[in-house]
Every structure is written in structure tokens, then in C-alpha cells.
Antibody, heavy 112, light 112 residues
Framework: EVQLEQSGAEVKKPGTTVKISCKVS????????VHWVQQAPGKGLEWMGL????????IYAEKFQGRVTITADTSTDTAYMELTGLTSHDTAVYYC?????WGQGTLVTVSS | EIVMTQAPLSSPVTLGQPASISCRSS???????????LNWLQQRPGQPPRLLIY???NRFSGVPDRFSGSGAGTDFTLKISRVEAEDVGVYYC?????????FGQGTKVEIK
């Protein structure tokens, strides 16, 4: 069974950085892209970017370019999403996803 | 970027009755490989999104056959043949033909 297990909720101060992990199991990590998606409270879904774990190639949405970094560790089958320069507008649930199953989500709250 | 527009944004339905959601893209979703990469996702209250349909009409693993997808080019439809209580939630169309991946605004399905 394919599973994506994300790290726990975070509370961050404005201006700081958050890094979320997504450990996959049930399939060969390097066979599929891992995407990251943002969902602000009560809002819809916004694609942030993806990584190809096979070669580390990344593609980012223009909105997040310069602030987001997605990486993958093939030794632990884990993908990471790092978001810098946090503001209150970044308060959201962040999901990792393959082209099939999604992770359970990680709530990031940005508050002074 | 490709803009995805769903209608209606809210759909009150009677249990056992059909429901239909429309999704239009601002440009054709036909990829250069000949496939059309239009997905439908379901998000139940308090849950992460779940893939229902991929490439217009293919049900993902474990998805009941009361869900069906159709369409071509820029116009797509998700149909639920007989709505059950567990179908309550928000449904999103998503295109994966082109970067950035983009989602519709979401359609809330609720029971009358």
C-alpha cells in the first residue's frame, strides 16, 4: 500500500523558515514525482512545485519561486519542502502528493 | 498558466440522486503525447484530498463505480450516479498536462 507520512504541525514566527518532511512507502521512491500543495484555511488547493526523486530535478510555481526549496533523500525515501520568509499568508496546510495518494497534511501556523 | 473553472460551486443533492460537476480549462488539455491529463479529486471534511479519476475517465484504485468522468479538450464532467452520505465534501478538477499544475476552485457537494 502506498503511503505518504508527513511531519507534524509547526508554529513559526514571521520571517522564519519551515521545513516539512514526507516519507513515502509502498513503492519505489524514484519512480514518481512528489508534489507539494498549499491549502490556506477555508480555501482551495494551490500547487507549489515538484521534485523528480530520480535525478533531483525540481519545478516550482512562480508564486513560490525564490522562497521554496524541494529536496529528496533517496536513502530514506523522504521528500522535503522548505519555505522561507514566512508571513501570516503562509498559514496553511501543506500536502505532499504523488500522482495518486496524498499525505495527511501538515498544518503550519505563522504567528508572532 | 491554464485556468480551471468549475460549476456549480455548490451542489445540494438528495441522497440517492445523481450529481454532476463541470470543469472547463482555458486551453486544451491534450498533451503532445496524445493523452489528456485531467484529474478529479475529492476532499471530505477534515481530510486530505483523494484522487478519484485520472486522465478524464479512469477511476483510481478503490473508487466506487458510481463515480464517472467524461469530456475532451477543454470541457469535462464528473458524475456521481447516486449520491451517498460519504460523498459529502469538496470536489476539485486538476490539470497535469502543463506546468504549473492548476486546480479548479472546488465544488461543495452537500446533502439537501
Amino acid at each position: 500500500e502506498v503511503q505518504l507520512e508527513q511531519s507534524g504541525a509547526e508554529v513559526k514566527k514571521p520571517g522564519t523558515t519551515v521545513k516539512i518532511s514526507c516519507k513515502v512507502s509502498g513503492y519505489t521512491f524514484t519512480d514518481y514525482y512528489v508534489h507539494w500543495v498549499q491549502q490556506a484555511p477555508g480555501k482551495g488547493l494551490e500547487w507549489m512545485g515538484l521534485i523528480d526523486p530520480a535525478d533531483g530535478e525540481t519545478i516550482y510555481a512562480e508564486k513560490f519561486q525564490g522562497r521554496v526549496t524541494i529536496t529528496a533523500d533517496t536513502s530514506t525515501d523522504t521528500a522535503y519542502m522548505e519555505l522561507t520568509g514566512l508571513t501570516s499568508h503562509d498559514t496553511a496546510v501543506y500536502y505532499c502528493a504523488t500522482d495518486g495518494p496524498w499525505g495527511q497534511g501538515t498544518l503550519v501556523t505563522v504567528s508572532s | 498558466e491554464i485556468v480551471m473553472t468549475q460549476a456549480p460551486l455548490s451542489s445540494p443533492v438528495t441522497l440517492g440522486q445523481p450529481a454532476s460537476i463541470s470543469c472547463r480549462s482555458s486551453q486544451s488539455l491534450v498533451h503532445s503525447d496524445g493523452d489528456t491529463y485531467l484529474n478529479w479529486l475529492q476532499q471530505r471534511p477534515g481530510q486530505p484530498p483523494r484522487l478519484l479519476i485520472y486522465k478524464i475517465s479512469n477511476r483510481f484504485s478503490g473508487v466506487p463505480d458510481r463515480f464517472s468522468g467524461s469530456g475532451a479538450g477543454t470541457d469535462f464532467t464528473l458524475k456521481i450516479s447516486r449520491v451517498e452520505a460519504e460523498d459529502v465534501g469538496v470536489y476539485y478538477c486538476m490539470q497535469t498536462t502543463q506546468f504549473p499544475r492548476t486546480f479548479g476552485q472546488g465544488t461543495k457537494v452537500e446533502i439537501k
